[in-house]
C-alpha cells in the first residue's frame, strides 16, 4: 500500500539517520582488523625471535657443560689409569708380601752364595713373579762367564736358599775386555713357585 503524508514538511515525522554511517565504520572495521593482524604478526615474529634467541642460550650452555664434562673426564680417565697401575703394584706386593719366608734370611744367604769377582749391581723382583739379579764379574786368573756359572751353580744348589723357587735361567751376558781382564755384566732371573 502507498502512504501518502499530506503534512507540511515541518511537521513530518523524520525519519532518524542510522547512528553510524555503514560505509565510515565499514573502513575503520578494516584498519581495526588491519592493525590487529599486523599486531599479531610483530607478536608472533617476537615471540620467535625470543624462543630463537632462548634456544641459543641454551644450546651455548649446554656446549659449555659437555666442554666441563669432557675435562672432567679426561681427569677421571687419567684417575683411573693411576688407580690400575696402582692396582697392578698392589697385586706384586700382595704377592710379595705372602711369601712364607724372610727377604732378609734370601739376602744374607744369596750374600753367602756370591764368588769373589762377582759383584750384583741390581736385585729386584718384576711384575712376571720373578727375583732378577743384575751383576758383573771381573776375572784375572779364570774365565768371567765360568764364574757366573758356578755362582748360578751354587744358588740352584743350596736347598735353604732355592726352596721358593723353581727354575733359574741366565738371561742375559754382554761380555766386555778391560785392561786385558775378562768383564762379565750378567742378568739371572729366579722364578718363584
Known amino acids: ?25 565499514a573502513e575503520k572495521l578494516k584498519f581495526w582488523i588491519g592493525g590487529g593482524a599486523v599486531g599479531i604478526l610483530i607478536l608472533i615474529v617476537t615471540m620467535l625471535f625470543l624462543g630463537s634467541f632462548i634456544r641459543k642460550a641454551q644450546i651455548n650452555g649446554l656446549l659449555a657443560r659437555e666442554k666441563n664434562f669432557s ?9 683411573n689409569k693411576e688407580i690400575a697401575v696402582l692396582k697392578a703394584k698392589m697385586s706384586i706386593l700382595d704377592q ?29 723382583t718384576d711384575s712376571e713373579n720373578r727375583l732378577i739379579i743384575e751383576g758383573s764379574v771381573f776375572s784375572k786368573s779364570e774365565e768371567a762367564m ?6 748360578m751353580k751354587n ?14 735361567k741366565l738371561e742375559s751376558v754382554q761380555r766386555k775386555n778391560k785392561e786385558e781382564r775378562d768383564m762379565v755384566d750378567f742378568k739371572i732371573a729366579l722364578y718363584f713357585q
Open 96 to 124: 710379595l708380601t705372602k711369601r712364607k719366608f724372610l727377604w732378609t734370611e734370601k739376602l744374607n744367604r744369596l750374600s753367602d752364595l756370591v764368588l769373589p769377582g762377582i759383584w750384583f749391581t741390581h736385585v729386584y
Open 155 to 168: 744358588v740352584k744348589d743350596d736347598q735353604q736358599f732355592f726352596k721358593d723357587f723353581n727354575n733359574i
Open 71 to 79: 675435562s672432567r673426564l679426561s681427569q677421571i680417565d687419567s684417575v
Open 1 to 25: 500500500m502507498i502512504e501518502i503524508n499530506l503534512l507540511p514538511e515541518e511537521l513530518r515525522k523524520k525519519k532518524s539517520e542510522p547512528y553510524f554511517n555503514l560505509n565510515i565504520e
Open 146 to 151: 765360568a764364574s757366573v756359572g758356578k755362582f
